[in-house]
């Protein structure tokens, strides 16, 4: 492909907001492009949200799963794991302590744990509600029904990784679990009002840069107004122990891809990626993102909930997460957002 080529598909993207497969594999495929394209990515981020960054405030309550992927630390066959689970006052209190430290929206985030209920769940939700925050879930496949009674009681968002769009690769590394239910949820979340965010796994054994592709279209084609994208870390007590880990810089460009195509959506730059670099996720506000999500988990329950190894500050308390993030995001010339961050829609301008 030659540069002229890529630098077409490049301004495409960036004025436009759209490519085909064959241009989005192009882009991703090459290596030299990673400055020009994370620089495009900053400016329609600027464009469409502006230079806040929204913090959300990730409480980790359950690493209890009833599922089985081959990539997660939390998988229920890992007997490795030290278990947990935080009483629904537990889960309160720390909603209240991330408030306190100037949070406006909350994280609910476990392994697919049914002893927690859309009926338990549903309360926890209302108390939380009552503290004017924004409630984000992010805890699994449920029904339909589950799905609208915790909307009901006020559940803002919806995290959901699709991990993979190959169906073959999905039900591969996901035993048991049917990719078509996988979107029936996502779209489920679309019709009963959530934001609905969702994200991809980058490094899985046998993913292909034309599924990565075909990822971002999914995303777009869900409209997504959330997506993680965070590169595959082995975890040693998991059947992917021996994979490579994900590569930084080709998670990079799927970041900045995304926001060239999804201009208005919030794209975290997740905790994942300082496992591989130092300041990864600096780098990777400056390549299109616009969210942080800080734990504010308390005490050992932040090393327990070890969706992969080299988690960074297991050690920090919340007070000193939420110091360092709001330091780090100064220094870039960002500050931290006021608003509970919700997608703004903007009209498609050219």
Do not use: W
């Amino acid at each position: 492909m030659s540069d002229k080529m890529i630098l077409q598909y490049l301004k495409k993207a960036q004025m436009t907001h759209e490519l085909n497969q064959n241009e989005l594999t192009a882009l991703l495929s090459d290596t030299t492009i990673d400055d020009t394209l994370a620089a495009a990515a900053d400016q329609v981020r600027l464009k469409y949200v502006g230079n806040s960054i929204h913090l959300r405030g990730l409480i980790e309550f359950s690493n209890i799963c009833r599922q089985n992927c081959m990539y997660c630390g939390l998988r229920r066959d890992n007997l490795h794991i030290e278990r947990y689970r935080l009483t629904p006052s537990e889960i309160v209190k720390l909603a209240e302590k991330a408030r306190r430290y100037g949070y406006k929206t909350v994280v609910l985030q476990s392994g697919e744990d049914m002893y927690f209920s859309a009926n338990i769940l549903a309360e926890i939700i209302k108390q939380i509600k009552e503290m004017d925050m924004a409630v984000t879930l992010s805890i699994g496949e449920r029904s339909y029904e589950e799905y609208d009674l915790l909307k009901k009681a006020g559940a803002d968002r919806y995290l959901l990784r699709i991990e993979t769009t190959s169906k073959k690769l999905y039900e591969a590394l996901d035993p048991a679990m049917s990719f078509n239910n996988r979107k029936s949820c996502l779209f489920n979340l679309r019709k009963l009002g959530y934001e609905v965010g969702t994200g991809c796994l980058v490094g899985l054994p046998g993913q292909t840069i034309e599924s990565l592709a075909q990822d971002i279209l999914f995303f777009k084609q869900l409209d997504a107004d959330m997506i993680g994208i965070g590169p595959l870390i082995p975890n040693q007590n998991t059947p992917l122990a021996k994979a490579a880990k994900g590569d930084f810089t080709l998670t990079r460009r799927m970041v900045s891809l995304i926001r060239l195509l999804l201009p208005e959506a919030n794209i975290p730059a997740t905790t994942a990626m300082e496992t591989l670099k130092a300041d990864a996720r600096i780098i990777i506000l400056q390549s299109g993102a616009n969210v942080v999500m800080p734990n504010v988990t308390e005490g050992d329950y932040r090393r327990k909930y070890a969706l992969y190894p080299g988690k960074i500050c297991v050690a920090d308390t919340p007070a000193q997460c939420r110091s360092c993030i709001g330091g780090k995001i100064k220094s870039i010339g960002r500050y931290v957002a006021a608003d509970k961050g919700f997608r703004q829609h903007q009209p498609r301008l050219t």
